[in-house]
């Protein structure tokens, strides 16, 4: 088994790129600590982080006065070019030239950055050299376990008034109440993405999928990183036979029964995968250029946004359609935490802050730009604010987020996740 080039570092790990290799050097981070108790209730209380970080309990004015001229770093996802000319660009432009704050950026992903944290708490480093970071879900969740994270602080936010609060898919992060701890900054939905003159009728159902799938040998594939298996957990949430199931407390018996349907599933079509399975794309932008170059008929994104953002880029070809079938899938939003060891507090509340204002998620809901969704309750808004995000121009290549919310799967608990990935390599990676 093979896996095209190495699984990217984070929640995944890496793969052997040497051929015919079946060994995995682990898709999962294997963080001992990680696992402890992992079976019981994830809404369980996490011991809050120990801060001495003063900004938490200063007045806004006090906080704009402290972050003016200093420098804040971030660690982000650097994956995809358009959200780091964005950040580095528009954001950075903005946040020197009007409140002479210098941005940094590290490009750390999942489990590189809990390391890092955990290795900084161990040895007692405090300060540390980040500011901000970009988590969501199993990083979340991680960071929680070790008291990595200052918190709550959210509500000091004055933006935060904005939040769409009443919104489940924001307030919890893959079914855990963000308490303060994380805020959110972008909703998305999973899609799958189709050449429309290729695939005229792109499958709606899983049996659908399957038949399309055999039907079309070679055609399909996904990625195993985090898109990958995103799709994966729709078809996981699709085989349980209940949509809600992974909302509550994970059972054992509901994921054995649930994942081997799953591994059923995959062992069904895999023959009739892109190269007949025994390889699978490292990343979404492998998949991509795969689609790009005719090689598959379907990619895929974790951003119903992105379909548009990519064919303006050339990444994906102008026949791209994005779509939802009708099983579902996921839908979530990504969020920003500040360390608990971050050196500068201040600066980094004021650029949260900034990052969930009007003005910077217009600019990056634009499909041009990012089409990252919004987090903001429009009704909240003023009219003014309301009739820019209306006229967002440029999304022509899904159904708008208001028709795909009908189809919208929450997010499994942070350890439906961990055992997909722990599964799909023991499962399906490592035997021939």
Same mark, same amino acid.
């Given at each position: 088994?093979?896996?095209?080039?190495n699984?990217?570092?984070?929640?995944?790990?890496?793969?052997s790129?040497? !051929?015919?290799c079946?060994?995995?050097?682990g898709m999962?981070?294997?963080f001992?600590?990680?696992?402890?108790?992992?079976?019981g209730?994830?809404?369980?209380a996490?011991?809050l982080a120990?801060?001495?970080?003063?900004?938490?309990q200063? +007045?806004?004015p006090a906080?704009?006065e402290?972050?003016a001229?200093?420098r804040?770093?971030?660690?982000?996802?650097?994956g995809?070019?358009?959200?780091n000319?964005?950040m580095?660009?528009?954001?950075?432009?903005?946040? !020197?030239?009007?409140?002479?704050?210098?941005l940094?950026?590290?490009?750390?992903?999942g489990s590189?950055?809990?390391?890092?944290?955990?290795?900084?708490?161990?040895?007692?480093?405090?300060?540390?050299?980040?500011?901000?970071?970009?988590?969501n879900g199993?990083?979340?969740?991680?960071?929680?376990?070790i008291?990595?994270?200052?918190?709550?602080?959210v509500?000091q936010?004055?933006?935060?008034?904005w939040?769409?609060w009443?919104d489940?898919?924001?307030?919890t992060?893959?079914?855990?109440p963000?308490?303060?701890?994380e805020? +959110?900054?972008?909703?998305?939905q999973f899609a799958?993405?189709?050449h429309?003159?290729?695939v005229?009728?792109? +499958?709606?159902?899983?049996?659908d999928l399957?038949?399309?799938?055999?039907?079309?040998?070679?055609?399909f594939?996904?990625?195993?990183?985090f898109?990958?298996?995103?799709?994966?957990?729709s078809?996981?949430?699709?085989?349980?036979g209940d !949509?809600?199931?992974?909302?509550?407390?994970?059972?054992?018996s509901?994921?054995?029964?649930?994942?081997v349907?799953l591994?059923?599933?995959i062992?069904?079509v895999?023959p009739?995968?892109?190269?007949?399975?025994?390889?699978?794309? @490292?990343?979404?932008?492998?998949?991509?250029?795969?689609?790009?170059?005719?090689?598959?008929?379907?990619?895929m994104s974790?951003?119903d946004?992105?379909?548009?953002?990519?064919?303006m880029?050339?990444?994906?070809?102008?026949?791209?359609?994005?779509y939802?079938?009708?099983?579902?899938s996921i839908?979530?939003s990504?969020?920003?935490?500040? +360390?608990?060891?971050?050196?500068?507090?201040?600066?980094?509340?004021?650029?949260?802050?900034?990052?969930?204002s009007p003005?910077a998620q217009?600019?990056?809901?634009k499909?041009e730009?990012?089409?990252?969704?919004?987090?903001l309750?429009l009704q909240?808004l003023?009219?003014?604010?309301? @009739?820019?995000?209306a006229?967002?121009?440029?999304?022509?290549r899904?159904?708008?987020?208001?028709?795909?919310r009908?189809r919208?799967?929450?997010?499994p608990?942070?350890e439906?996740?961990?055992?997909?990935v722990?599964?799909? !390599?023991?499962?399906?990676?490592?035997?021939?």
């Open positions: 088994m093979e896996v095209e080039g699984l990217s570092s984070g929640l995944y790990g890496q793969y790129r040497r !051929r015919g079946r060994a995995a050097a999962l981070v294997t001992p600590w990680l696992f402890g108790g992992c079976s209730d994830h809404r369980a996490f011991p120990s801060s001495g970080q003063s900004a938490l200063l +007045p806004w906080v704009q402290a972050a001229g200093s804040v770093r971030i660690a982000m996802w650097d995809d070019s358009a959200i000319r964005w580095q660009g528009w954001v950075s432009q903005q946040l !020197r030239e009007k409140h002479g704050i210098q940094e950026f590290s490009g750390l992903r590189e950055l809990v390391g890092r944290m955990q290795v900084e708490r161990d040895a007692g480093r405090d300060p540390g050299d980040i500011d901000v970071v970009w988590i199993e990083t979340f969740y991680q960071l929680r376990r008291s990595a994270l200052q918190g709550p602080f509500q936010l004055p933006n935060a008034q939040i769409d009443d489940p898919f924001i307030s992060d893959f079914q855990q963000i308490e303060g701890y805020c +959110p900054w972008g909703s998305v799958l993405i189709h429309s003159s290729r005229v009728r792109p +499958p709606q159902t899983l049996d399957s038949r399309w799938i055999q039907g079309n040998p070679g055609r594939t996904w990625d195993v990183s898109t990958g298996m995103t799709f994966l957990k078809l996981l949430i699709e085989l349980s !949509r809600q199931a992974f909302t509550r407390p994970l059972a054992d509901l994921w054995k029964t649930a994942s349907r591994w059923d599933w062992r069904g895999r009739y995968l892109w190269r007949a399975g025994q390889t699978f794309p @490292e990343d979404v932008s492998q998949l991509h250029l795969l689609f790009n170059t005719g090689e598959v008929d379907f990619t974790s951003n946004g992105e379909v548009d953002n990519k064919v880029q050339g990444v994906l070809p102008d026949a791209s359609k994005g939802v079938p009708e099983f579902g839908r979530n990504h969020y920003l935490g500040i +360390p608990s060891n971050a050196p500068n507090v201040a600066g980094a509340l004021f650029v949260i802050d900034f990052l969930i003005a217009l600019e990056k809901a499909p730009v990012w089409g990252d969704g919004t987090v309750s909240k003023s009219a003014d604010w309301r @009739e820019k995000f006229g967002i121009p440029g999304r022509s899904a159904p708008s987020r208001e028709e795909l009908e919208a799967l929450p997010e608990a942070a439906v996740m961990m055992r997909l722990q599964g799909f !390599r023991r499962e399906i990676i490592d035997v021939n």
